[in-house]
């Protein structure tokens, strides 16, 4: 059979008031449920009909073979006026454009570049952190790759603007999510109207500062090494053509918005099952004692912390911080033996895929070790999905992986950390998949 207008099974066509109250106090649970139909399943939110897939093939379909009928969905494309035009919204052949013009600043041997901004920023942080101490580590991750993302992008001269923009960002995120994110109209409790003035304010108290960067670099003349001066440097190949300063400052934005908040998270996440795994601490400590011998990393270290990058490996497929890709179908598009309807949204199932006994053993247990080359290599494409795939793959991956590594290596190879014991974090999926609440944790130098 192929192409049926049929819907695929799923929990009943609408969600019952029940229902929606059980999808706002658990995303995760709810989404579990809906896999339970099958490997594509359906299901209402309101009068929108929405596909859920969750097999590496179908994922392969919407992400690759369908892609140009399946877009980013209104979320983003709302964010446009929050966040601007940017690669993170933008669909079709502007992005293409956009994608072709910054791929060289995310090239492998660029981030090298970046990687000692890293290790001076977690070797901060890791300095003003106090024995015995409580710290909410999440917020603590937080500023940690606010500074990071800052001082990559604007230049390590300008930290305190960098970390203005940063941090004003952060607030317009994080209120856009609650107002914005996937399930939002379900989820938030909240007058959507200060957040919106709030909003507001933080994003022009961005494009003044960011606009401020870009003038004072265009006017110095300076050579650089960071983002912003590969954005005033790009051409377009076609008509070599350079960006204009709202371009580059949209560009900017998007590139910070994409990294920050996932990055904090798969770190946030990391020091949680380190505190839940003394096991698996005990042997990323083993690791970075023989590789480090007690001095900071420097960027070639990166490569043989082999320990390190299962551990944040392990993160991402037990805590994926994009947990669901969402893309609204903009023309029928055939998904396994179903048709989708346009308008129809399609979710990419993140999470569920990877915790599917019949890719992963053991899926709920914590255990880098399974990283082996073996058992990479025989893994499905599409089965490990973190950073997503298809042209609109995360740009940011290598800048990702080193930075989680890294930042990791240089804060645990001195700091131990603890959730007080009995003490269960649980998952808040907004936009991305954040801790509930924070994680409180006592730290103890090592
Ligand atoms: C652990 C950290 C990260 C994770 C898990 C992650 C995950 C993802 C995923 C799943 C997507 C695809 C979204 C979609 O298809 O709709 C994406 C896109 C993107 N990411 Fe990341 N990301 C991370 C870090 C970063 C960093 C550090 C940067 C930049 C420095 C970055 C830049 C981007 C950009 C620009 C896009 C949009 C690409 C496009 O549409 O062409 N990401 N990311």
Redesign the pocket.
Known sequence: MSGSLALPPGPRSFLSIREILALRRDVIGFLNHVKSYGDIACFRLGPQLCYYANHPDYFHDI?LTHHQVLQ?TWILRRAEDGFGKG??MSTGEA?KRQ?KLLQPAFHKQRISRYMQTMIDVAERDSNSWEDGATVDMAREMQRTTISV?AQTLFGTDVADEAQEIGEALATAMDLFTQIKGPFAFFLSNIPIAPRNIRFERAKRRVHAIIHKLITQRRESGEERDDFLAMLLAAQHEDNHEGLSDEQIRDEAV??FI??FE??TN?LSWAWYMLSKNPDVEEELHCELDTVLGGRLPTPEDLDKLTFTRKVIAEV?RHY???YV?PRRVTESCPLGEFTMPPGALVFVGIYTIQHDPRFYEEPQRFNPNRWTSEMSGKLPRFAFS???GG???????H??WA??VLLLATLAQRWKARVPDGYEVKMNPLVNLRPLGGIPMKLTRR
């Open positions: 992400l980013k690669i993170l992005h994608r993302a998007s590139i994409s990294g996932t990055s798969t991402l994926p911080s994009v890709i973190a950073f997503g042209p609109h793959a995360c740009l940011g991956e800048f990702a930075e989680t």
